[in-house]
């Protein structure tokens, strides 16, 4: 298993992903028909940086870094991770995870804030626990979950070093 | 005093407004050097809708909603606030914060979330909490203030109406 930082070339591979995981609804803030233009623009384009997981010239995983606010908030970065269905269970996005804490710190980033986080998303809330995030907000009914409904969004965030 | 919906022509008035507050750095999520174009980027041009408060054919004071979250979270929006140095304390930003909940509730919103409050920012904060808005985060150190250094960041957030 390999993370590289993805190139344009990888594009193709990185959609169905992405698309499996937004057309559902149920985690992240994108329209659930966001186009394949759209996507592109938004995981590959605007982030910073976005790398993907590669196993026997297959792309089983991605995820982008960028800055979460400008100026006097410049030094949090916001992360986002997907995980083909098909290497589900498999550890990915704790690799992920720990990569992007690596990297986040070499880009001069002192902390990272997950925005909006859906309440249901249990599994991805445990992973960032046990990564050392906190839950530090809960949106009251900000995420509209496809069964569920008008569901809390959580803040989540870590410091990945002490304030100076 | 009146509010209206801000046209292309009001924009040389509303950005010294703009300059004047984003230039120390102290309550806005924007790069003190954020250029005239970048500004008329960010307040007029991305934002769903941009107000003036207008008197005497003056602009003393401007606002702009927007869409905080895509998708899933569309039905909450995000507004910014800023009044013009010689207008201050004459409830200005009481008015806007108003008009922008009513202005949410007829573009469809059905919520209002101020995602980076800093802490010291203590006179909107006290505004925003007589408006309704409850903190429902904090996010620690996230504010690079000027002057007090690493400082908490708040999310503020408002039902404009019950969930269904």
């Known amino acids: 298993m390999n993370i590289r ?3 344009q070339a990888d594009w193709p591979a990185i ?8 057309s559902t609804g149920d985690t992240y803030a994108y329209k659930v028909d966001t186009t394949k233009e759209q996507a592109e623009a938004i ?9 993907v997981v590669e196993e026997g010239g297959a792309i089983l995983g991605t995820y982008y870094i960028k800055t ?6 410049s030094h949090i970065c916001n992360c986002g991770y997907m995980v083909s269905s098909a290497a589900r269970g498999k550890g990915l996005a704790t690799s992920m995870c720990e990569h992007s804490q690596t990297i986040a710190l070499e880009l001069g980033y002192k902390g990272m804030q997950f925005n909006f986080v859906a309440s249901s998303n249990k599994g991805a809330i445990s992973l960032w626990n046990k990564q050392g995030f906190k839950t530090v907000g809960r949106l009251p009914g900000a995420f509209n979950h496809p069964v569920e409904g008008y569901i809390d969004a959580l803040v989540m965030f870590k410091w990945l070093e002490q304030p100076e």
Chains 1, 2 share one sequence.
Not at 15 to 22: R, Y
Not at 68 to 73: A, T
């Open 5 to 7: 930082e993805a190139t």
């Open 68 to 73: 979460n606010q400008s100026g006097p908030g």
């Open 15 to 22: 959609w169905p992903i992405f698309h499996d995981i937004v």
């Open 43 to 51: 995981w590959l384009s605007a982030p910073r940086k976005t790398y």
